[in-house]
Each structure stands twice: as structure tokens, then as C-alpha cells.
């Protein structure tokens, strides 16, 4: 690919956050996320304003070459317009903080879906919960049935 100083290149192992600085991470920890893939380093780029993006999938890393992460080509003139990022470095650190939101809210909302259990109507998710008390009663009647005694 040729050479254009308008365009930035960011991969998603920027963003990692079980990597060190040393090892390849570009943004402190509190703008880093759990499991970074191309798919959300878009939609956080997309989210902070971006609009001059391009994906380029099953691309690896010089650094990484064993991973085919991919990464996003976004314009310098387009980044300065739009969200006014004056560096790559500043770019980063805004995508990254809206990234790690975006995992927070996700991870809250499945919490909150979990904690609140089946929907009225749900059965096939009414009948996969078991509970620890629902289950106790069926083994004494087992051990029961095959003659067992409870000591």
C-alpha cells in the first residue's frame, strides 16, 4: 500500500488492556478494554464522531504477525474536523474511553438481564434455570428408590 501521510492506522491491540505498555498497548489502562476485536474498535470510532473510516480485515500487526486482527484506516484531516484531534496519540485516547463504555454498559445491561431472570413466557429459558433447592429433594428420593439409607 502506498504511503499517505493523511491516514492513521489503528489496530485493535492498542486498546488490550492484558498488555503492557512495553508489549504494544497505546492508551492508559482507564481507556483500555477487555477483549479488543475490529468490530468494536468501528462502532467506538463510529460513536466519538468519526466519519472517514475504513476496515481492513485479516491484517496483522508487524509486531503480532501470528494474529489476523485487521484494523481501521481513519483520515488525519477527518479526525481534526470532526472530534478536533490534533494527534494520533489524543485520538486513541477518546476512542478508547468510548470503547471502555461501551463495555460497561453492556456488561451492566447483561447483569441486570441475568439478575432479573426469565421473561413471563420465556419457557425455554424458564425451564434451563435450576435452582440449588429444586435439586436436593430429587436426590434424597433417588437415593431412596435405589435402597440406599441416609447416615
Known sequence: MDHNPDRLSIWPGYFDIRVSRR???RVPKDS??????LE???????????????????SSHPKRPHGKE??????RAGA????GANSKEEL??????????????????DAKRVAA??????RRARSQR???SQSQPNQKSSFKKRGFKKR
Open 80 to 83: 481534526k474536523q470532526s472530534i
Open 32 to 37: 483500555s478494554v477487555i477483549k479488543p476485536d
Open 40 to 58: 468494536g474498535l468501528f462502532m467506538a470510532a463510529r460513536k466519538v464522531g468519526l466519519k472517514k473510516i475504513k476496515r481492513e480485515e485479516d
Open 70 to 75: 485487521g484494523r481501521l484506516w481513519v483520515s
Open 117 to 122: 431472570g426469565p421473561q413471563t413466557g420465556d
Open 92 to 109: 486513541l485516547q477518546l476512542i478508547g474511553g468510548e470503547w471502555r463504555q461501551i463495555q460497561r454498559s453492556l456488561k451492566d445491561a
Open 23 to 25: 508489549n504494544g498497548r
Open 130 to 132: 435450576k435452582s440449588r
